[in-house]
Nanobody, 119 residues
Framework: QVQLAESGGGLVEPGGSLRLSCAAS????????MGWYRQGPGKEREFVAT???????????YADSVKGRFAISRDYANNNMVNLQMNSLKPEDTAVYYC?????????WGQGIQVTVSS
């Protein structure tokens, strides 16, 4: 059983920054891929970023729409926390953001957290 708990969402003005965190508990391997997806108003859920460890190196991947603005990181010593630093936020980044964990044979999701970018 895996539980994912997101925190750090809220309201921010365009150009501002927010940091999302996701605390993971349960049966988790360091080789599991963790990441963030989002679902904007009236839109399908979409990929934002993922981070995967191979050996001693973390590999990250980003959606084109957030490259250069968002940064994903993972703290293996602290509840496998995965963070998403979001800078230069735009109104189109408004969405419910979901933490995601992929391990062999399963995918787990958090409850989601609202991020609203508006003046």
């Amino acid at each position: 059983q895996v539980q994912l708990a997101e925190s750090g969402g809220g309201l921010v003005e365009p150009g501002g920054s927010l940091r999302l965190s996701c605390a993971a508990s349960g049966s988790i391997l360091v080789t599991d891929t963790m990441g963030w997806y989002r679902q904007g108003p009236g839109k399908e859920r979409e990929f934002v970023a993922t981070i995967t460890r191979r050996g001693i190196t973390d590999y990250s991947d980003y959606a084109d729409s957030v490259k250069g603005r968002f940064a994903i990181s993972r703290d293996y010593a602290n509840n496998n926390m995965v963070n998403l630093q979001m800078n230069s936020l735009k109104p189109e980044d408004t969405a419910v953001y979901y933490c995601n964990l992929k391990s062999p044979g399963r995918i787990d999701w958090g409850q989601g957290i609202q991020v609203t970018v508006s003046s």
